[in-house]
């Protein structure tokens, strides 16, 4: 890590909690930057998978199901 990151690091942990929450928030939201080339991939893996269960070669799971066995 560099110097000068690490002095940033310091000056915002300096902050009050309210600051840091705003500070660390827009942080994140630079890091979710949209990715056209992910995204199309995502949207043919979605297309795969629909035609697939439409001919039956998957089958379809209740989302409660799902999120049963997580919680």
Do not use: C, H, T
């Not at 690091?9 to 979710?32: C, G, H, K, M, T």
């Not at 995204?39 to 409660?64: C, T």
């Amino acid at each position: 890590m560099s110097d000068s990151a690490k002095i940033l690091i310091d000056q915002v942990l300096e902050l009050p909690a309210s600051e840091r929450v705003v500070f660390a928030e827009q942080l994140l939201l630079s890091l979710d930057q949209p990715n056209p080339e992910i995204d199309a991939l995502w949207a043919l893996e979605a297309e795969f998978r629909l035609a697939a269960y439409r001919r039956g070669e998957l089958v379809a799971v209740p989302m409660a199901e799902v999120f049963g066995k997580y919680s």
